[in-house]
Nanobody, 124 residues
């Protein structure tokens, strides 16, 4: 069973930074591609970023490229999302997601499993 647990959300001013963490079960981490998806109030879920389980391939949505960085720590079975230069439009619930298929995820529909989400609020 896939287990994903996010942490690190909170309230930050525009221009600030936050780091999200996603702890996965070891079995999940070693067999999946991992990523982040977000959902703002009244909007559909939006792809944010993804990383291969080896950590050697990453892919970002245009809206966050250059500001967000996804990374992984295999020893801790944890994926991170470092978010810099945050904007009010980044306000959303951020979900950790996993994909159990051989090619990297580039859209929301590519993911198979989800965490419970963590709220990120950016004030102007």
């Amino acid at each position: 069973q896939v287990q994903l647990e996010e942490s690190g959300g909170g309230l930050v001013q525009a221009g600030g930074s936050l780091r999200l963490s996603c702890a996965a079960s070891r079995r999940t981490f070693s067999r999946h591609y991992m990523g982040w998806v977000r959902q703002a109030p009244g909007k559909e879920r939006e792809f944010v970023a993804t990383i291969s389980w080896r950590g050697d391939t990453t892919y970002y949505a245009d809206s966050v490229a250059g500001r967000f960085t996804i990374s992984s720590d295999n020893a801790k079975s944890t994926v991170y999302l470092q978010m810099n230069s945050l904007k009010p439009e980044d306000t959303a619930v951020y979900y950790c997601a996993a994909r159990n298929r051989p090619n990297i995820a580039t859209m929301v529909a590519d993911f198979d499993s989800w965490g419970q989400g963590t709220q990120v609020t950016v004030s102007s």
